[in-house]
């Protein structure tokens, strides 16, 4: 059994996201290869990064303008044009490869085993449902498996020691179902929320946009934190969708994550509940986010978030 693993990657950065999608690939007991497909700067040193990956034998790279812009057409007829080497397709379940895994699921006539959390076999997974409250056990019996991985139920695999080689794999055919128009991209310094290790994150109660400036920012500036928000708050307007954590968000497990006025919907817990320690910020004290909080501070947020920031800052 052979397991082609897509690789998520921005130009010459292989994503932490690939690193633990890779742990659940070689709990497969299957020969892993990498696919990096990207088009112009940096791929083929993402491919390079990719084959010093522990347990890789085998990297493939698509460098081709057709794969620039993460389209999802023809970034999946590329994996179905592989897929008669395969016997299963392994992607972290982020925003691009929920895009892509379906449609390469309905091209070779499969069903998708989405977000595993745990291996059990080639052919048994676990994945949870109903937002988390209940985890499903799955069997399938199809000759060629496509997996999406949450990768936050998983360790990332060492980024050294690998020797795999590294050959070209040819262009797909373009489906020409969909065109590059334009970008708006949001540049941050702060960490990524899906491999960012402190998260502070914002609710409802945060009350306006110019909140989140005024008390969440600053905070996560002292701890070098990444910046979350609530479905609430992003629809809103408070933050932007890509902060969202939850059930229709991001689903991180970062070492620390403080939730500043969210009341803790089952949706938000969905999205976090499986964070190292939690703490929460809320004077409602019946909020559900206290029932999962291992610290919890009952108080107006707008006076102990400063108070917060201002003894970090002191330290």
Not at 170 to 181: I, K, N, Q, R, Y
Not at 212 to 241: C, H, Q, T, W
């Amino acid at each position: 059994m052979t397991t082609l693993l897509i690789a998520e990657h921005e130009h010459d950065i292989l994503k932490d996201s690939t690193n633990k999608a890779l742990t659940a690939a070689t709990a497969l007991g299957a020969e892993v290869h990498v696919l990096v497909a990207g088009g112009g700067e940096g791929t083929k040193a993402a491919a390079d990064k990719a084959a010093k990956l522990a347990g890789v034998t085998k990297v493939l790279v698509a460098d081709d303008a057709l794969y620039a812009h993460d389209l999802a057409e023809p970034l999946a007829a590329l994996i179905v044009s592989l897929a008669p080497g395969y016997d299963a397709f392994v992607a972290p379940a982020t925003s691009r490869f929920k895009n892509v895994m379906p449609r390469v699921a309905a091209l070779l006539d499969v069903m998708q085993v989405s977000e595993i959390t745990k291996v059990i076999s080639p052919d048994t997974f676990e994945r949870p449902i109903y937002a988390g409250n209940a985890i499903q056990t799955v069997k399938s019996r199809d000759a060629k498996k496509v997996i999406t991985v949450r990768t936050s139920t998983f360790a990332a695999a060492a980024g050294e020691g690998g020797s795999a080689t590294v050959e070209a794999a040819a262009t797909a055919a373009d489906p020409a179902l969909s065109a590059f128009v334009g970008e708006e991209v949001a540049k941050s310094d702060r960490p990524e929320l899906t491999s960012a290790k402190i998260i502070v994150s914002g609710g409802r109660a945060m009350a306006s946009r110019e909140n989140f400036a005024k008390y969440i920012e600053p905070l996560a500036d002292k701890l070098g934190a990444g910046v979350g928000a609530s479905r609430a708050a992003v629809d809103a307007g408070y933050a932007p969708n890509d902060w969202q954590v939850g059930q229709t968000g991001k689903v991180v497990a970062p070492e620390l994550y403080i939730a500043i006025g969210i009341s803790g919907a089952i949706q938000h817990l969905a999205g976090m509940k499986d964070s190292k320690v939690i703490v929460a910020i809320n004077k409602d004290e019946d909020a559900p986010i206290f029932q999962v909080a291992d610290y919890g501070l009952v108080a107006d947020l707008y006076q102990a978030v400063p108070e917060l920031t201002e003894a970090l800052g002191k330290l």
